[in-house]
Structures are given as structure tokens and as C-alpha cells.
């Protein structure tokens, strides 16, 4: 039987009309509005898609957005008096600095430099810390979306055998805590973790987050087990330029019970979770009830 095919697109526009619902009666209830800065250094191109994308997506459910585009030979001081000037802006909730940042910054100097409260990236280290505790935190947005997928699909995942191929602080490592917190019983694989295919067998969800393309195979997966796929892969096939995950999908599908697609799988849940997670920050700086169901 086919697997079934989370629509990712889909349940990323139910989660912002949510979002979008709850910044209307903030701002009804109590004269607030969601504020989310995003800072980009350098003119990556990728990045400069992503942080227009977040930009209209930002306006588009009642927050204010507020970009910063500096150049990519600015000073390591000039950056963190922004980032200073930004944590002690009330009207700004939540921060995201673009990753990769250029060379000559000290990426972890300057994430850590966030308010954690307006780290909606999760990258802070008292943010990964709270998150490994089992505290209430900021949480990296692909991780939050797949459990957000995870948990739509099944309901409970309690139980469930976990397999994160990919060991990156900004998914791998997060998603392994998250499925934790979710009762799995959790495995982070990589590429160097002795016969893959076998550990992968054993698995009743896999998150394929390695950023090699295609690289787990149909035959890896227990028959019926979801297949959440993370990767965003630019390749060339027969002369067309294509955008494939780190699952092979057509072998995957013919096997698994569940799939993400790439695109319109895990990708659009990523910003749509950035947005909860800036209506969260303000509802706790706020002191205002956090909306449920789009929290870890
Ligand atoms: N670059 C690629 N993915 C991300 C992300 O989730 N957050 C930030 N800040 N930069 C990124």
C-alpha cells in the first residue's frame, strides 16, 4: 500500500491562521503586537529567499517584521551592539540572525549575545540547555514542526522507536530531545554509525536530517514505519535542476506508512513555526496566557 502523504503546505497554513488568530486578539484584548527582527549579514542568496519568505509571512499574520541587512564585512561590534539595541526593544519579540553567518563572526559569540526569551531560533545555549532538561524554552523551528507533524499523524508517539539520521545542533540533536520529551525511545545516527540501513530497520519514525541527498533508501525502512524528511537538496537530474530531501522518496514510499515530501513537506512548517514561537516569546513577555498547541 502507498504511504500516506503529509501535506506540510497545508498544516503550515492551518498553524499560521492559528497564529494569525491569536496576534488578532492580542492586539484586541490587550494593545500588543507581535514583533519579530530578523538580521542578515552578508548577501547569501538562499538566505536572502528565506528572509524575504519570512518577512511576508511575518506581515501576513498581523505581526510587525523588521529587517536588518548588513554587509557582509561588518565588525563582529557593530553586530552585537545591534543585537544589544534590539533585546532592550520592547516592541520586538522575537530575534533571528541568519546562519551561516561570514567567516570573521563568531557564530556561537553572536547567538549567545540573544535575550534567550527572544531567541525564536532556540540556538541560545540556556535555550538548548532548558530544552535537554525538560524546562520550558524557545525550540528550534524544523524540530518543532516535525513534532508538530509527528503528532498530528499518530496522535501519541509514546512509545515509538525513533531513529534522527543527522547529529546538527539545529536539528538533529534538538528533534532527539523533543522526541524524548514525546516518550520515544530515540537514536541519533550519522553518517559514520556502523551499518545505517539496520539501525534505520529497527525504526517506527525516522527524520532523515544528514543533508546528503537521497540518501535513505526504501529498503532501510520498516514497512509501515513515517519517514520525516528534513532535507532541502538542489541536484541535477537528466539536465533539470531538482529539490530533493535525504530520503530517497519514490523507494520510501512504496514502503513507509507515512511521508513528508520534498517541498511540501517539512519546509513550510519551519517558518510557520518561527511565527508561533514569536507569538509565544511575546506572550510570556507579556505575561499573557501562551496559546496551546503550538509549543513543544
Ligand atoms: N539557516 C538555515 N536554517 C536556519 C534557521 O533555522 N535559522 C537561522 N537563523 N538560520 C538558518
Redesign the pocket.
Known sequence: MAATVIDGKAFAAKVRGQVAEHVERLKADHGITPGLAVVLVGEDPA?EV?VRSKGKMTVEVGMKSVEHKLDADTSEADLLALIDQLNNDPEIHGI?????LPKHLDEDLVINSLDPAKDV?G?HISNVGLLGTGQKSMV???PLGCLMMLRDHHGSISGMNAVVVGRSN?VGKPMAQLLLGDSCTVTIAHSRTKDLPEVVRGADIVVAAVGRPEMVQGDWIKPGATVIDVGINRIERDGKKKLVGDADYESCAKVAGAITPVPGGVGPM?IAC?LANTLTACCRANGIEEPEGLTA
Not at 533571528?96 to 551561516?100: D, F, R
Open positions: 538566505s528565506y533571528l540572525v541568519q546562519l551561516p531560533d540556538f528550534p523551528c524544523t539545529i519551519t518561527l
